[in-house]
């Protein structure tokens, strides 16, 4: 009997961690202009806007929960970058169930009029066009990509506390040159 209960008590112990550590990696966070690695919990982005699940098929069940990381309003369009958690499956029938945080560097949202575009981060920040069959390029000219990735910048240092704090975490060599070109204009601005 004594036997059982330490058997049972190890048992509850490494559910206990094992649980632990889950909910300690869903707090884990990649951002998509830097690949900054943040917990939930203590760098705050804002919720991608519910507008967006309502008018863009495409991010139907892309995300268990998103988050807004730069975004721009100009006379015809409305640009948003976001990532956030998705869900998985593995392969096997019944597979275990895997939430991570999106590993293709999130995506661009142009809403223009009724219409909804979505592409892939990197390509909109290169202004290249994504080669996939189903792609939507997204083009625009310099300012207003340099004005989303300003506003990124300042959802950045406001979601790490501060400007300083911010930059603290941002590794140049990982950043794509038009996101390094920004960040410097960035960095000679006040501080506020």
């Known amino acids: 009997m004594r036997r059982c209960k330490w058997i049972l008590c190890v048992v509850l112990f490494s559910l206990a961690a094992t649980a632990m550590a889950q909910s300690g990696k869903l707090k884990l966070m990649t951002d998509p202009l830097f690949g900054i690695s943040y917990n939930r919990q203590t760098a705050h982005f804002e919720e991608m806007p519910s507008l967006l699940v309502?008018?863009?098929?495409?991010?139907?069940?892309?995300?268990?929960?998103?988050?807004?990381?730069?975004?721009?309003k100009t006379a015809d369009s409305e640009y948003f970058v976001i990532s956030g958690l998705m869900e998985s499956r593995a392969d096997e029938p019944g597979g275990a169930r895997r939430i991570a945080p999106d590993e293709g560097g999130g995506v661009i949202v142009?809403?223009?009029?009724?219409?909804?575009?979505?592409?892939?981060?990197?390509?909109?920040?290169?202004?290249?066009?994504?080669?996939?069959?189903?792609?939507?390029?997204?083009?625009?000219?310099?300012p207003v990509?340099?004005?989303?990735?300003?506003?990124?910048?300042?959802?950045?240092?406001?979601?790490?506390?501060?400007?300083?704090?911010?930059?603290?975490h941002v590794n140049r060599k990982a950043?794509?040159?038009?996101?390094?070109?920004?960040?410097?204009?960035?960095?000679k601005g006040p501080d506020g």
Not at 55 to 65: F, I, T
Not at 148 to 167: C, N, P, S, T, V
Not at 175 to 187: D, G, I, N
């Open 175 to 187: 950043a794509l040159p038009v996101v390094r070109q920004q960040l410097e204009t960035f960095e």
């Open 110 to 142: 142009a809403l223009r009029g009724s219409e909804c575009i979505v592409d892939q981060t990197e390509y909109f920040l290169t202004q290249n066009i994504n080669p996939a069959k189903t792609a939507t390029p997204i083009m625009v000219p310099a």
């Open 145 to 168: 990509l340099n004005g989303i990735l300003q506003d990124a910048f300042r959802k950045y240092a406001e979601a790490f506390g501060g400007k300083q704090e911010f930059l603290k």
């Open 54 to 72: 309502g008018s863009c098929p495409r991010l139907h069940g892309r995300y268990v929960r998103a988050w807004l990381y730069g975004h721009l």
